[in-house]
């Protein structure tokens, strides 16, 4: 790098991180919406409530509305839980702009051709919520927990939604430990250092992610047990997935074949519990930031293919806009 780039860039970062946090702004609120399944047993009934109640703590802390369905008993008897899980969906597609988190915690099934999400009463389909959620007016953030869930990563895949499943496939039916291990991600979400990759005071979907398939893979070392369960996540709108092993921090580092735009950058500017540094950026510097963050991500991924001082003449233009953005704050 040129001297002239390489104190400009500094310059610029140190703008960028020395913007003041004293004008807190109010965010937009999130929903959850918490599917717990039927559990078939005593033992996985109280692990999912377990589950269930982190992400209602984790709501209450970040002051977003919470809704479970698979606990209470239902209001009327030809009532089920699909009704409700459907009616919570239509209901809340206009209570806010900000993102509708859907968690789903149980069990699921594939046949081959269909994967479903057991639910006391008639199960789900993957297909069913792709069409309760077709044209859904708010941004999705779909955490399926569920063996087997892999379809529904496949089937609702969506540009502007975060999917995230337990499973690389339909096939891997056993029953998941990656649940209980994003419940306590999300639960020590602003305490807990090593989920906060980036250090910036606040723990991202994707964060939550990479720090609960760590958890897996190192439990299931522990119990010298081959792993059945492998998450994906998706954000990018191409129903493929990736695994967590293309990450380094919280960076795609791998690239696939036919140079198909990387997932994670959506997935990483979405936060429950923001920092009070997120909640400085009115809703308006918060859109322009995650667009050039997006600039910058798919930027980093063309490196290898621009020249030293192409690559770095556009990544000024970058963090000048960023600069920009962060000095609004406080005026």
């Not at 001297?3 to 965010?27: E, K, M, R």
């Not at 081959?112 to 006391?120: P, Q, S």
């Not at 708010?138 to 969506?158: D, G, I, K, M, Y």
């Not at 063309?302 to 020249?307: R, V």
Request: aromatic share 6%.
């Amino acid at each position: 790098m040129s001297p002239y780039y390489q104190s400009t860039i500094i310059t610029l970062l140190t703008l960028i991180g020395s913007f003041t946090n004293h004008h807190i702004q109010a965010v937009e609120r999130h929903d959850v919406l918490v599917v717990v399944g039927a559990a078939g047993d005593e033992l996985y009934g109280k692990r999912f409530l377990e589950w269930a109640n982190a992400w209602r703590s984790a709501s209450e802390r970040a002051k977003a509305t919470c809704h479970i369905v698979g606990l209470d008993q239902l209001n009327k008897p030809e009532d089920t839980d699909k009704d409700a899980l459907h009616r919570t969906i239509t209901t809340a597609a206009t209570t806010s702009s900000g993102p509708l988190w859907l968690v789903l915690i149980g069990h699921g099934t594939y046949d081959g051709r269909l994967a479903k999400f057991n639910l006391r009463g008639p199960d789900v389909a993957a297909g069913e919520l792709t069409e309760w959620l077709k044209d859904y007016p708010r941004p999705v953030v779909l955490l399926n927990t569920a063996p087997a869930s892999a379809p529904f990563l496949q089937a609702l895949s969506h540009p502007g939604r975060v999917i995230i499943t337990a499973t690389k496939s339909g096939n891997e039916g056993n029953a998941t430990r990656f649940g209980g291990f994003v419940a306590e991600a999300l639960g020590n979400a602003q305490t807990n250092a090593e989920a906060d990759l980036d250090h910036d005071g606040q723990v991202s979907v994707l964060e939550i992610f990479l720090s609960a398939v760590h958890a897996v893979e190192l439990s299931y070392k522990k119990d010298g047990l081959l792993a059945t369960e492998h998450p994906l996540i998706d954000d990018n709108g191409d129903g493929r997935g990736t695994r967590a092993d293309w990450f380094q921090g919280v960076w795609a580092t791998k690239t696939a074949a036919d140079k198909a735009t990387v997932d994670g950058i959506r997935a990483h500017q979405i936060h429950l519990l923001p920092s009070d540094a997120e909640r400085t950026l009115s809703d308006a510097d918060r859109k322009e930031r995650d667009v050039l963050e997006n600039e910058l991500a798919l930027l980093r991924a063309e490196k290898k293919t621009l020249s030293e001082e192409d690559y770095y003449r556009r990544l000024e233009i970058i963090m000048v806009k960023l600069a920009g953005v962060y000095g609004r704050v406080g005026k």
